[in-house]
């Protein structure tokens, strides 16, 4: 369903394209930015311990990327990774990015058009991220780039909720659950579905085609041939994703005739479920373990993270 105001009849003024050149950033994570920026001003952390929690926020590791692909720190060499990303960025840009996220209360935001508060976002998004790393490893295939397009298999959701923020903040989208979730009526409303807007962000972001092709097909994996492996992998890891963080709720498993195309099985799928959830649990356990002094506070109902 798409709740609108009946008042106005909505047409859509805007192309996917310029959607996605409108959006600046991502928003970030209310729960890591505090561990990320305490790890940071601490100078004993090892670069590695900042990788790894670079790794835990879509925004930050977007930009990450972004800028490690940007043509000032590529020279020409693509770059796949967070790790490869934060060493060609240095140290001093990683802080700088982040102490810009912290002090920002406009990046870390719920998505009103979806009715996802921020934490709901980070959840998804992370357990999609360790889903897909280890479908990566059972099926073979780079976890390197499985972990980073489940990380940012939504970023299209937040492209269309910024607009609709500042254009239509009246516009819902009510998922229907997988496989389609609310694609079908994002495609009716603005004549492109999220996933479609997630891939043109990340091309304009200058992101790899291997990173952007299966965020585009991850509702329909069987379209892109090139790329199938990895827009199934994304397509299962989602299922995966919400088993996860939704245990008590039936999920409709992914086709049978896709499992048989990458060789999975029914008795691996639940083994895999049982692997994300404890990585899922053990990554909770690390944010809960950080600095007291800095907190999350929302003032005017914005979520803003300060440093007492």
């Known amino acids: 369903m798409v709740q609108l105001n009946t008042a106005s009849p909505f047409t859509p003024t805007i192309t996917l394209e310029e959607m996605v050149r409108e959006l600046e950033h991502l928003p970030s994570a209310p729960r890591v930015l505090p561990r990320l920026k305490q790890l940071l001003c601490d100078g004993n952390t090892a670069m590695d311990e900042v990788v790894e929690m670079v790794r835990l926020d879509p925004g930050i590791a977007a930009r990450v990327l972004q800028f490690g692909n940007s043509a000032h720190f590529s020279q020409g060499l693509r770059c796949y990774t967070v790790e490869e990303a934060v060493n060609r960025v240095g140290y001093d840009q990683i802080y700088g990015l982040v102490s810009t996220a912290v002090a920002s209360q406009v990046l870390v935001r719920p998505l009103a058009a979806y009715n996802l508060e921020a934490d709901a976002l980070w959840e998804q998004s992370i357990a999609c991220a360790l889903a897909a790393e280890s479908l990566a490893a059972q099926l073979g295939t780079d976890r390197n780039i499985a972990y980073t397009i489940g990380l940012l298999h939504s970023i299209g959701m937040v492209a269309i909720d910024d607009w609709a923020s500042r254009n239509h903040p009246e516009l819902r989208f009510v998922s229907k659950g997988l496989p389609l979730e609310s694609c079908e009526q994002e495609r009716s409303v603005l004549g492109f579905h999220q996933a479609e807007a997630g891939a043109g962000l990340l091309r304009v972001w200058e992101f790899p085609q291997v990173m952007f092709e299966p965020v585009r097909w991850q509702y329909l994996p069987n379209g892109t041939a090139a790329h199938f492996k990895l827009a199934a992998l994304l397509h299962t890891a989602k299922w995966l994703r919400n088993t996860v963080l939704h245990p008590a709720a039936s999920q409709p498993r992914p086709h049978s005739t896709l499992l048989a195309r990458l060789q999975l099985t029914n008795s691996q799928l ?39």
């Not at 649990?281 to 005017?300: A, C, H, M, Y």
Request: aromatic share 6%; net charge positive; glycine share 8%.
């Open 270 to 308: 639940d083994r895999l479920v049982a692997e994300v959830g404890t990585k899922f649990k053990q990554i909770n356990v690390q944010l809960e373990d950080r600095d007291p002094t800095i907190s999350v506070r929302f003032p005017g109902g914005e979520r803003q993270i300060v440093q007492r």
